[in-house]
């Protein structure tokens, strides 16, 4: 049977409060959109994939599912296309049926917002569909008792037997043809196609669904998946740690600029800016955690513009590319390596400096080299630092 997966990204997420729309928020490093299509890969099968994107979306909805759909697949024939979704889920889901290929027999419907539903999820519905039903979902058994109440919370009934209830869930599964007939007989809203399926007349069965298959609609919800990610495929829930190193040699007809401080007096350090071996080694780790290359990659000295340029604005600079990475520093440690001058005296003031900066804390050390190496013959300073980002939900 041929087969199509409508992944309807189109919402914008009002309850989770997020700056982007909710498909395009990262859950541990990836969005929810990358993260919904990735169990796609694990069928293995010939798809036809249509993703519905909020309007002015488009573009980075391509370039998520292409990164996502295209790498590693040679067995099987993946095509994809990217369509404006609308007000509603159910006009969005419209929008994403007109693009589905019209010979293929089935399709599924899944929400984007189920970034972490399983690929056993989606077989179990195309095994239902192969097995000759019209409509299948994915249903959960409640563990909660469920019982009707009005918007000032009085409960107005008794509670529902359990054991006849269940959490509806996604993708669900329909005869292609059945589905697009039903939606263009359905004059309403539905909060999922299964209904608008039965309005028509369909039976509807149930195959089970998933406890990580949790739709995020609150940030807490967010905050939780990334637990279950953490422990499944990021060991670390979603930490990152980047390394910076940086030397320069002793320039004394230079000033001294060291982690963002003057020196008044002090033989300063040779480089393209002013030098500060301190705060290049924070920006390089800030950098390599967010894996968004390195010094070189964004000031290097083909950049004129940065030539002698504070070191500062270059890590100022570097933050605005974390954050436009939906990336946030948490903790910051850097040790000096060099004969003079000492950190002890000014480390409190540094810190203080450098935090404020970074918007992290920031811990500066300081160490020599018992007389070895360029350091230890004072011919310059080095710096290490290490840095730890999250990316923002978990900041
Ligand atoms: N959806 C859509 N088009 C809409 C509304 C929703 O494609 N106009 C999609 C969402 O992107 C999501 C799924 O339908 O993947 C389920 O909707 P929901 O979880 O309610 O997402 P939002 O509508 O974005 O969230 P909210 O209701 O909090 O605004
Ligand atoms: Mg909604």
């Known amino acids: 049977m041929t087969l199509s997966v409508i992944v309807v990204a189109a919402g914008s997420g009002e309850r989770l409060g997020s700056a982007s729309p909710k498909a395009f928020v990262t859950l541990a490093g990836k969005t929810l959109l990358e993260n919904s299509l990735q169990p796609l890969l694990g069928l293995d099968r010939p798809l036809q994939v249509v993703v519905v994107a909020p309007e002015g979306w488009l573009t980075p909805a391509h370039t998520l599912a292409d990164s996502v759909l295209t790498k590693g697949v040679s067995a099987h024939d993946m095509s994809f296309t990217v369509v404006a979704g609308g007000a509603t889920r159910t006009e969005s889901v419209r929008r994403g049926l007109a693009a589905v290929d019209a010979g293929n027999d089935y399709v599924l419907i899944h929400d984007a917002a189920r970034a972490l539903t399983p690929t056993e999820v989606f077989q179990r519905v195309i095994d239902a569909l192969e097995a000759g039903h019209q409509g299948v979902i994915p249903v959960l058994p409640v563990v909660d ?139 390089d780790a800030l950098l390599a955690a967010s894996s968004l290359g390195d010094l070189g990659t964004h000031f290097g000295v083909n950049r004129p513009e940065y030539e002698g340029v504070a070191s500062t604005a270059l890590l100022t600079h570097a933050l605005g590319l974390l954050r436009d990475a939906g990336v946030t520093p948490t903790s910051v440690s850097v040790q000096y390596i060099a004969n003079h001058p ?30 070895l190496g360029l350091t230890g013959r004072g011919e310059g300073a080095a710096a290490i630092a290490t840095a730890l980002v999250v990316p923002h939900e978990l900041a």
């Not at 608008?196 to 967010?222: C, F, Q, W």
């Not at 000492?342 to 409190?348: A, D, E, L, N, T």
Request: proline content about 7%; aromatic content about 4%.
């Open 145 to 283: 008792t469920i019982v009707p109440v009005d918007p000032d919370t009085s409960v107005t009934a008794p509670a529902h037997p359990r054991e006849e209830l269940g959490a509806v869930q996604t993708p669900q599964g329909f005869h292609t043809a059945s589905l697009k007939a039903a939606y263009e007989q359905f004059g309403g809203d539905a909060t999922d196609d299964a209904a608008v399926l039965r309005a028509a007349g369909h039976d509807v069965v149930a195959v089970a669904g998933h406890r990580e298959s949790v739709k995020v609609t609150y940030p807490e919800d967010l905050r939780n998946l990334e637990r279950v990610v953490g422990g499944v495929r990021a060991p670390g829930g979603g930490v990152m740690v980047g390394t910076g190193v940086d030397v320069h040699q002793f320039d004394p007809s230079k000033p001294l600029v060291l982690g963002g401080m003057d020196f008044p007096g002090v033989a300063g350090l040779a480089g393209h800016s002013d030098g500060d071996v301190i705060v290049h080694a924070i920006t």
């Open 342 to 371: 000492k950190i002890g005296p000014v480390r409190k003031e540094m810190c203080e400096a450098l935090s404020v900066l970074v918007g992290a804390p920031v811990h500066v050390a300081g160490t020599t080299t018992d007389g």
